[in-house]
């Protein structure tokens, strides 16, 4: 394997960042300390696409990011710099919602099975004729017309079998591979594998060889010709054996940073068969983030829920929820699994066990134990159906490599992310900052020791794995989590306020009404058109009073009008802010905080673009606005004056910790090894946290900063370092103690990142 790089800095390329715009940013990214560039997808996208995961042609790069000569314009420009390109690859699935865009699937619908890439997407072809949902309704089927030797519907457009152009609209229609029907079909009878429930992104079989290699052969010769160094896996739990395409892939690729984007629950590990690098971090951002919560505030938030009529049962919720993602949205992909068996009552049994999976998915043989799990709990759950719930468990044992064992497997992690990620996560809003992507809803915070334990196993297991704090797909930021992790240490303030602001201004639905408060804090100052646009999206995903398919235009217009009337309510407004002066500086402190352990432990950080100043974004597309990034190349530079920024607004000192952390790993690498605890001594000990990397580098932060100040601040709390001369690279500072005060060390910044020089 090739060196792993020091650090990525993630880029969202589409319409508005281009290669070429990605290239007159290396110069800033490589002064600011980033080791590679690691970019959003960039093969040729479904048109219109704004973020590359519907890719419609896997065998060139993308014209709307300024096509292959800008491509290797950028890939050079890196290399002049010593910098690596790490690219986002989407081998699961493939845009097809023009499928004149993408010629494999063009070429599927006009021949069907006879199609030379009939192979290459999961179709169930023993169903007959390819269902595609476009149409309003199946009466729409009067609205169709051929035109050109095309069957036309609206916008849409599909291929005619060859010798079938002849008669009817419907007469023709009957005749294809392929029959358009009501898009409210699709979740119940679509006889394709999707991307979790969007028609338009069909699965693909990279399992089979051809499909592999005609999939991955543009981006592998990348690869080999040095220009891509790193591989980011999207998605790989919806593979029917992700195992399999990890060995095929090393195999092919055997000097690329490999990671994946496999969410993990906390205690699950990364299977220690697939030969990657390690994963794309989210479990190091529930670690670092869990670390600012203070779990003492968890009876008052868990009281100030229930009052308010907002469930705060977790598992119940969680498993309401997968089940209905089982039922409702991903109905075909179970009664597909459900024709596969031979039992009694088989559909509902496949949904129950789907429902009951603790984690994404086993990977038979590996992971039995999760299966046992989802077995006995499905079991309990419903007794009725557990001979036959039993009867699949044992069949997926004695058959690791069967269809239906591959099926249950890649069907259960669609399941966990639209019930869990997209649904639960939107309901269970008690306390927002531990509603991620990888999250645990039910675990209120990490202890210091659970922090050290599982950054010492990631040293010791995956020193090369990606660590993150924001990402694209991230339902609010780093900067928000940690705004409202505050919140923690004032439960009773919090808890008051949203009383206040409920009893003068409450939406329709508890739940929403929740999230909307701590959106308003963790986000603030925020606008009309963002906030509408965020509580829209939250309102749908929750899937309670509206949803995506259903929705209900009435109160959808209700919470649009909250928004504009709680941000024209001045006196609320003030309120707010009033509330905002006890979390904003001590969000700043847990920004920092998060940011420094993220950037110097274990792992390959990495810097989601923007987010080394201030970033107070929420879920996409609100975190997929456009960077100002001259504004962080001239703040950059005054840095590099000497000027140590003021703990403020504008962010200057996140930008500050953010560069010196990584120019010191990019140019001192060997400081970045081993990994020990450290303790602090004193009054305060319990607010700071350390670790030290080799013995010649040690990072320390403050940790619930409320509770410090009301303690009367550092008093006589100290900080024993190995011998030596010790030096903070964030200020630049010497270290002239070998157990300095906190409340030097820690001045004017809540953290240092301190290096020893031996003596």
């Given at each position: 394997m090739s060196a792993a790089p020091s650090s990525t800095y993630r880029l969202q390329l589409g319409p508005g960042c281009t290669f070429a715009d990605a290239s007159e940013l290396t110069e800033y990214l490589d002064l600011l300390g980033a080791g590679a560039v690691y970019a959003s997808p960039v093969l040729q996208a479904a048109p219109g696409s704004t973020h590359g995961y519907d890719v419609a042609d896997a065998t060139r790069v993308s014209e709307t990011l300024g096509g292959e000569e800008q491509r290797?314009?950028?890939?050079?420009?890196?290399?002049?710099?010593?910098?690596?390109?790490?690219?986002?690859?989407?081998?699961?699935?493939?845009?097809?919602?023009?499928?004149?865009?993408?010629?494999?699937?063009?070429?599927?619908?006009?021949?069907?099975r006879n199609s030379v890439y009939a192979k290459y997407f999961d179709i169930d072809w023993g169903r007959g004729p390819i269902l595609i949902p476009v149409l309003g309704s199946d009466d729409a089927e009067d609205d169709l017309r051929v035109e050109d030797d095309r069957l036309v519907y609206y916008e849409h457009v599909f291929p005619l079998a060859p010798g079938t152009g002849e008669g009817s609209a419907r007469e023709v229609h009957a005749r294809q591979n392929y029959r358009l029907v009501s898009w409210r079909r699709a979740s119940a009878e679509l006889t394709y594998r999707r991307f979790f429930d969007i028609n338009e992104l069909a699965a693909v079989r990279v399992e089979d060889a051809e499909v592999f290699e005609a999939a991955h052969a543009e981006l592998l010769r990348w690869v080999a010709a040095g220009e891509v160094t790193g591989l980011r896996i999207d998605h790989p739990d919806g593979l029917t054996a992700p195992g399999e395409y990890m060995r095929r892939l090393r195999a092919a690729a055997p000097d690329a940073w490999l990671v994946v984007e496999k969410i993990l629950a906390p205690e699950e590990e990364l299977p220690p068969s697939w030969p990657v690098d390690g994963t794309t971090?989210?479990?190091?951002?529930?670690?670092?983030?869990?670390?600012?919560?203070?779990?003492?505030?968890?009876?008052?938030v868990t009281a100030l829920a229930a009052e308010a009529g907002v469930p705060v049962s977790v598992h119940e919720v969680e498993h309401g929820c997968k089940r209905t993602a089982a039922n409702v949205m991903l109905l075909a992909e179970v009664r597909r699994i459900a024709r596969l068996l031979h039992v009694d009552n088989a559909e509902a049994a496949v949904a129950e066990l789907l429902a009951a999976f603790p984690v994404y998915r086993s990977y038979l043989p590996e992971g039995d134990g999760h299966?046992?799990?989802?077995?006995?709990?499905?079991?309990?759950?419903?007794?009725?159906?557990?001979?036959?719930?039993?009867?699949?468990?044992?069949?997926?044992?004695?058959?690791?490599?069967?269809?239906?064992?591959?099926?249950?497997q890649q069907t259960s992690a669609m399941v966990m992310a639209k019930g869990v990620e997209d649904t639960a996560g939107y309901r269970l809003t008690r306390f927002a900052a531990l509603n991620e992507v990888g999250g645990a809803f039910d675990r209120f915070g990490v202890g210091v020791e659970e922090f050290h334990a599982k950054w010492s196993a990631r040293q010791a297991g995956w020193p090369r794995t990606m660590t993150a704090l924001s990402t694209h797909d991230t339902k609010r930021s780093e900067d928000v989590r940690a705004r409202l992790a505050v919140l923690s240490e004032i439960p009773e303030e919090f808890a008051a306020a949203v009383r206040r602001w409920t009893a003068e201004r409450a939406l329709p639905e508890p739940t929403l009404n929740l999230l909307a408060w701590q959106t308003l804090i963790g986000a603030w100052p925020i606008d009309v058109d963002r906030l509408g646009g965020y509580l829209a999206k939250a309102a749908k995903e929750a899937k309670l009073r509206t949803t995506w398919i259903d929705p209900d235009e009435a109160f959808d217009e209700q919470v649009q009008q909250w928004v504009r009337d709680v941000l024209a309510d001045t006196e609320l407004v003030a309120d707010l802010e009033r509330l905002l002066e006890l979390v904003r500086v001590p969000?700043?402190?847990?920004?920092?905080?998060?940011?420094?352990?993220?950037?110097?432990?274990?792992?390959?950080?990495?810097?989601?673009q923007g987010t080394e100043l201030w970033d107070y974004s929420l879920v996409d597309p609100d975190n997929r606005r456009p960077v100002d990034f001259e504004a962080r190349r001239m703040l950059l530079r005054r840095l590099d004056t000497g000027w140590l920024p003021?703990?403020?607004?504008?962010?200057?000192?996140?930008?500050?910790?953010?560069?010196?952390?990584l120019r010191l790993r990019r140019d001192r690498p060997e400081l970045f090894s081993g990994y020990r605890a450290l303790r602090a001594e004193g009054v305060a000990e319990r607010h700071a946290v350390a670790f030290a990397r080799s013995n010649d580098l040690v990072a320390v932060a403050t940790r619930l900063p409320v509770?410090?100040?009301?303690?009367?601040?550092?008093?006589?709390?100290?900080?024993?370092?190995?011998?030596?001369?010790?030096?903070?690279?964030?200020?630049?500072?010497?270290?002239?103690?070998?157990?300095?005060?906190?409340?030097?060390?820690?001045?004017?910044?809540?953290?240092?990142?301190?290096?020893?020089?031996?003596?």
């Amino acid at each position: 394997m090739s060196a792993a790089p020091s650090s990525t800095y993630r880029l969202q390329l589409g319409p508005g960042c281009t290669f070429a715009d990605a290239s007159e940013l290396t110069e800033y990214l490589d002064l600011l300390g980033a080791g590679a560039v690691y970019a959003s997808p960039v093969l040729q996208a479904a048109p219109g696409s704004t973020h590359g995961y519907d890719v419609a042609d896997a065998t060139r790069v993308s014209e709307t990011l300024g096509g292959e000569e800008q491509r290797r314009q950028l890939a050079e420009r890196l290399r002049k710099l010593g910098m690596g390109l790490v690219v986002d690859v989407v081998p699961n699935h493939m845009g097809v919602a023009k499928p004149e865009a993408n010629a494999w699937w063009w070429d599927v619908l006009k021949h069907g099975r006879n199609s030379v890439y009939a192979k290459y997407f999961d179709i169930d072809w023993g169903r007959g004729p390819i269902l595609i949902p476009v149409l309003g309704s199946d009466d729409a089927e009067d609205d169709l017309r051929v035109e050109d030797d095309r069957l036309v519907y609206y916008e849409h457009v599909f291929p005619l079998a060859p010798g079938t152009g002849e008669g009817s609209a419907r007469e023709v229609h009957a005749r294809q591979n392929y029959r358009l029907v009501s898009w409210r079909r699709a979740s119940a009878e679509l006889t394709y594998r999707r991307f979790f429930d969007i028609n338009e992104l069909a699965a693909v079989r990279v399992e089979d060889a051809e499909v592999f290699e005609a999939a991955h052969a543009e981006l592998l010769r990348w690869v080999a010709a040095g220009e891509v160094t790193g591989l980011r896996i999207d998605h790989p739990d919806g593979l029917t054996a992700p195992g399999e395409y990890m060995r095929r892939l090393r195999a092919a690729a055997p000097d690329a940073w490999l990671v994946v984007e496999k969410i993990l629950a906390p205690e699950e590990e990364l299977p220690p068969s697939w030969p990657v690098d390690g994963t794309t971090g989210y479990e190091a951002l529930r670690e670092v983030c869990g670390l600012f919560i203070d779990p003492a505030g968890e009876a008052a938030v868990t009281a100030l829920a229930a009052e308010a009529g907002v469930p705060v049962s977790v598992h119940e919720v969680e498993h309401g929820c997968k089940r209905t993602a089982a039922n409702v949205m991903l109905l075909a992909e179970v009664r597909r699994i459900a024709r596969l068996l031979h039992v009694d009552n088989a559909e509902a049994a496949v949904a129950e066990l789907l429902a009951a999976f603790p984690v994404y998915r086993s990977y038979l043989p590996e992971g039995d134990g999760h299966l046992q799990v989802a077995v006995d709990a499905a079991c309990r759950a419903r007794p009725e159906l557990a001979a036959a719930i039993t009867s699949i468990g044992e069949r997926m044992r004695a058959e690791p490599e069967s269809e239906l064992t591959q099926r249950v497997q890649q069907t259960s992690a669609m399941v966990m992310a639209k019930g869990v990620e997209d649904t639960a996560g939107y309901r269970l809003t008690r306390f927002a900052a531990l509603n991620e992507v990888g999250g645990a809803f039910d675990r209120f915070g990490v202890g210091v020791e659970e922090f050290h334990a599982k950054w010492s196993a990631r040293q010791a297991g995956w020193p090369r794995t990606m660590t993150a704090l924001s990402t694209h797909d991230t339902k609010r930021s780093e900067d928000v989590r940690a705004r409202l992790a505050v919140l923690s240490e004032i439960p009773e303030e919090f808890a008051a306020a949203v009383r206040r602001w409920t009893a003068e201004r409450a939406l329709p639905e508890p739940t929403l009404n929740l999230l909307a408060w701590q959106t308003l804090i963790g986000a603030w100052p925020i606008d009309v058109d963002r906030l509408g646009g965020y509580l829209a999206k939250a309102a749908k995903e929750a899937k309670l009073r509206t949803t995506w398919i259903d929705p209900d235009e009435a109160f959808d217009e209700q919470v649009q009008q909250w928004v504009r009337d709680v941000l024209a309510d001045t006196e609320l407004v003030a309120d707010l802010e009033r509330l905002l002066e006890l979390v904003r500086v001590p969000g700043w402190s847990n920004s920092l905080g998060q940011k420094l352990f993220q950037l110097a432990g274990p792992g390959v950080p990495d810097v989601y673009q923007g987010t080394e100043l201030w970033d107070y974004s929420l879920v996409d597309p609100d975190n997929r606005r456009p960077v100002d990034f001259e504004a962080r190349r001239m703040l950059l530079r005054r840095l590099d004056t000497g000027w140590l920024p003021d703990l403020d607004e504008l962010g200057s000192a996140k930008l500050l910790v953010t560069a010196r952390t990584l120019r010191l790993r990019r140019d001192r690498p060997e400081l970045f090894s081993g990994y020990r605890a450290l303790r602090a001594e004193g009054v305060a000990e319990r607010h700071a946290v350390a670790f030290a990397r080799s013995n010649d580098l040690v990072a320390v932060a403050t940790r619930l900063p409320v509770g410090l100040a009301a303690a009367g601040g550092w008093g006589d709390t100290r900080l024993p370092l190995f011998d030596g001369t010790w030096t903070d690279v964030i200020t630049g500072r010497a270290v002239d103690s070998r157990a300095p005060l906190l409340a030097d060390l820690l001045s004017p910044y809540p953290v240092a990142l301190l290096v020893r020089k031996h003596d």
